[in-house]
Structures are given as structure tokens and as C-alpha cells.
RNA sequence: GGCGCGGUACCCAAGUGGCUAAGGGAGAGGUCUGCAAAACCUCGAUUCGCCGGUUCGAAUCCGGCCCGCGCCUCCA
């Protein structure tokens, strides 16, 4: 049985998709007026999570992510820097899909864009309207949320005790009541707007999740996913507009993820402690390891993210890749030992059957450690024979199709002149020359190379270069 | 004020009524090695923020308190 815990009911419930065998799943997406920084890939990286999950589970996955590239940050953005909103978010959008890929994030099956939607968002407005719940005030039209009895269970907010006039009309549109909130913004002077039946003018942000996740997912569809403060407003929005429009219940199960913090406090760019993927593959930092290490956080829980905890998270995917490295850089005899096969399929039930309850994380890892310790043990025994090095392998392989952490073992070339230094350093241990062997040996490694002596001979791993 | 999350070993982090409190990292000792590295073995919380209570039995349930954090109108 499968458990998520559901925002909207404030608990674990067992996950039943609307068509056996099929989950279809939207997971706010980016705004594409900066690079994203690494709690955006935290939110990305514990939906992907969620879907190899369901995928290893054999349901059939659609999944929509959305583009926002209209809001008031993308127009300010293109504005300072005197492009077209449409050059200046492109740029965006293609280091978005440039920086998923690099953290191994499967692809959805659709980015709907904002601007490419505007069509839907004026057809589910004018909707809106005729049934009353929304109203055009000064050009722009609102949702009128004492209209919708159900609003705030989301979020679990009472209207009557929102905390009110801090921000009232910041955007200086005006409304009724602070708590409705803009479906279509009127067109202001050197903004880019669309002419529509509504006139002139530009959508709401929340307006654009509704149209376009129904549009490819249906009026009613699986899991919706964001971050914990997408919670209010934006996806208790989304219902009410939603579900206001249809008469149908919008989604079944909200999954939130926790926000991620730097070294214990917020990240902000006025504290320094801001990172973009980007900030940190330049320092060297493996995408992999911070793959890792937003992962192995239970995606409801506070992540506190550290160098060190970066630092810790390569020694573990480290530990994964020589267990993996042994497999193939060993010679095994012919054969099989059963019990490997009877490991092997205990690990991989004990791993799926972990992230069946609300995607235990840490649980599964220890599945996936368990058999690498024991599989060591077996390896160190000398009891792996050539079929269980096969099932071994395919275990691994199978288990990183959830997680996409073991890193690549390509069998890389390495350049001529340090093929010749370890032939010279195999040419000083033989004759006794430890010293200059050794002084071989750390000139290597502090080029990135780390030999080792095996009693089938030295062989090397590509390591990160010390920089001593 | 409202809603919510968390405090488990040196660090990260599972476990929510009962076998020895997972797993990873770091550390100590040992095996292997020319020495290393990797791997393996051994060790490491009589204890789960604090104080009460319920129970035969609690890290786990109840009450109170302390501490840290997030959200409360466009930030994942």
C-alpha cells in the first residue's frame, strides 16, 4: 500500500489514482526571471523522487510542470535590462532545463508556458464570471472569495482572521476585499499586455496553474506538488478558482516540501548565503552529491544544507560507487551463491516498501547500505560468483533508477602521460623503490587520480584533486 | 495573534507503545598492504530538549514548560 500525506487532509492516506495504473501529477514550476537557486531544486528534486518512485511502482506517469514567464519580477527583470519579455525569459528557461538536467531531474511531459495560455486563462475568467464569482473592478477582474464557502481548506485559514493591512494594495490595484485576489491585472503603461475580451492586460500568477493544469491533467487529476509556502495563497487559490469554474474537486493529493535553509539560517541574497546550481558546480561541487543530499532529507522536514553535510553526502555515493566499482574491476568465478539472490530481492522489497510510506527516504537508504554492507561482505568472502555479480549489479542499477545518484562508470581513458606514470611507479615497486613509487603516487592523486594496489594488479578512480 | 514543522550519538538522520534505538559521515583499534587506499571485523547513545502523568512497559501516548524554525497575499 502506498502513503502520502495529504496537505488538504493533514494526514497520511492511502493513494488510490483516479484510473488504476495511472497518476497524473502537476508540480509548480519555475519563474523564469533568474537562475534557480538550490531550495527550487530541493522542491524539483523531491518531486522527481515522487515520480521515479511511482514509475519504479509501474504506474504510467503524466506529468505537468508550468513556465510562469508573466509576473512582475520577469517584467522588472526584462525591463532593467531592456530585452523583450519573451528574450529575457528565455534565457531563464533554457538554464532551468539546463540545470535539471544536470541534477538528473526526468523531464515532464509538458511545460506549459503562461504567456501561451492566454486564450484558456480569458475562457476559465469569462466562466468565472458568468457564475458569479468573480467581478471586474477598474479594468481588472478579481475573484471574489466570500463567494466560495470552502475557501482555506488548504491551508486550514479562516478568512475572518487573516492578519490584514500590511500589504493592502501593493500593486496599487484596487478590489473589494483584501483576500480577493487578481485573476486578470489591467494593462499599466510599459508593461507588456494581451487584447482580450477582457481588455487590455495581463493574467493573475494563479490563474495560469488552474487553466493549464486541467487542460493537460483534466478538471480532477491525482497530486499536485510545490513548496510549503505555495500553500497559501497559491494553490488554496487554485482550488477556489478551480473548483469554482468546474463544480469538480481539483485534486485528491496535495504534497508539500519543506523549505531548505544555508549553515541554520534563511537563504537570502542580502545574507551571502544565496546559491544558484550554478554557484556551486563553479566551486567544484559535484551536481550529484547535492542531488544526494537534498534527497536523503525527508522532503517534509526542514533541510539545513551545509558544505559540510555536501561534503558527507559525496563520502556516502562514494561508498555506493566502490562497492560498484568492485563488481567490475573483479574477475569471478562461474556459478552463483542463492543466497545473494534472497539478499538481493529483500533489499530492493525493503527499499520500495520504505518509500511506499510517504516516501521514507532515509529508510530506503538504509535498505540500499544494507546490501552494499552485505554484498561487501560476500565480495570480501570471496563468495560472488559471476551470475550474482550480475544481480548484484542490476540491483544497484534498478534502485538508482529511483534515487539517479550513482555516478556514471564509463570507462574513461586516461591520457598517455599518466598511463606512463603508473608504469613507471609499477616499475619502482618492483624494484623497491617505495619512494619514488610513493612520490608517483601523490603526484597522481593531487592530479585527481587515486591508485590503488589490489592483488589483481593497481588500478585507479577518479577523485576529486586534493588540494594540498 | 493564527496555522504548521522540528529538538534522537561528534555531524547528518530513521524509528511514534515492547526483540540488541536503523543507516550514512567522522573517529578509535584490528585484518589486508612495502606503505597506503578500498574493503572487512570490533568499539561507540543504559539513552531520545526539560518536568510531571498514563501503562506491566514510552524516544514513542497525555499535560505543562524551554529552545530553534517556517508561513500568514504572488518566495520552492
Redesign the pocket.
Known sequence: MIRFYNTLS?QKEEFIPLEPGQVKMYT?G??VYDYAHI??F??YVFEDLLKRFLLAMGFKVTHVMNITDV???TIRGAKAKNLSLEEYTKIYTEAFFEDIDTLKILRADYYPRATHHIPDMVKMIKGLMAKGYAYEKDGSIYFDVSKFPNYGQL????IS???TG??ID??EYSKDS??D??LWKKRKEGEPYWETELGPGRP??HIECSVMSTKYLGETFDIHC????????HHENEIAQSEAYTGKKFVNYWLH?????VEGE??SKSKGNFYTLRDLTSRGVDPLDLRYLLL???Y?????FTF??L??AG??RR?LY??IY?LYHRTFPPGETPEIKTLVKEAKNKFLAALSDDL?I??A??AL??L??KG??F??QGQVKRGDRQILDQALQDLDKVLAVLPALEEEQLPQEILKKIEERQKA?AARN?AL??KIRDELRAQGI?????KEGVRWKRIKPTSS
Not at 257 to 261: P, R, V
Request: proline share 2%.
Open positions: 493533514g509548480c519555475p519563474t531550495g527550487n530541493r522542491a509576473d512582475d519580477k491551508a486550514k485559514i479562516k482572521e487573516l492578519k500590511v500589504r501593493a500593486d483584501v483576500q485576489f487578481a493573475g500568477w510545490g513548496g510549503v509556502d505555495n500553500i497559501f495563497p516540501c519543506h523549505h531548505l535553509i534563511k537563504m536523503a532529507t525527508h517534509r522536514k526542514m533541510l539545513n559540510d553535510g561534503r558527507q563520502a556516502a561508498r566502490d562497492f568492485e521514507n532515509s529508510q537508504l538504509t547500505f544494507e552494499v554492507k561487501n561482505i565480495l570480501a615497486r617505495y613509487a610513493d587515486l591508485l590503488e594496489d589490489t
